[in-house]
């Protein structure tokens, strides 16, 4: 009967470390990459991208190109979960991320 328990119990308790490595996997790919290197095709030359003690970016680069594109990059890194919020918003799909509590406003946006 222990033998069960303990069977059952360390079942139960690898289901939840997978559900867990599983959920902090899904939550943290979505953060922007704020260190390291990353390799863009679209550059001509280096690009620095330096973040201060509150996350405001600053850029420098040799071009204004590399430097629009830098900015542009960054943007998008730091505004995609408001993007995907006010693309919901306007098709009428909040409560698929936010449930019950936004159905109302669902309703109002696809009547819109």
């Known amino acids: 009967m222990?033998?069960?328990?303990?069977?059952v119990l360390f079942v139960f308790l690898a289901i939840a470390l997978?559900?867990?490595?599983?959920a902090w996997h899904i939550v943290h790919r979505a953060?922007?990459?704020v260190d390291g290197t990353i390799a863009l095709s679209g550059l001509?030359?280096?690009v620095t991208v330096a973040r201060d003690s509150r996350g405001v970016p600053h850029i420098t680069a040799q071009s204004k190109q590399?430097?629009?594109f830098a900015q542009g990059y960054v943007m998008a890194q730091?505004?995609?979960?408001?993007?995907?919020?006010?693309?919901?918003?306007a098709s009428g799909e909040l409560s698929e991320i936010f449930g019950a509590a936004t159905v109302a406003v669902d309703r109002r946006f696809?009547?819109?």
Do not use: G, K, N, T
Not at 2 to 7: D, E, K, M, Q, T
Not at 18 to 22: L, S, T
Not at 78 to 89: C, G, I, K, N
């Open 31 to 33: 953060l922007p990459q």
């Open 44 to 46: 001509e030359h280096e």
């Open 2 to 7: 222990r033998r069960v328990f303990l069977s």
């Open 66 to 68: 590399d430097l629009y």
């Open 78 to 89: 730091d505004r995609l979960w408001q993007m995907d919020v006010l693309r919901r918003a």
């Open 18 to 22: 997978i559900a867990c490595a599983f």
């Open 110 to 112: 696809r009547v819109l």
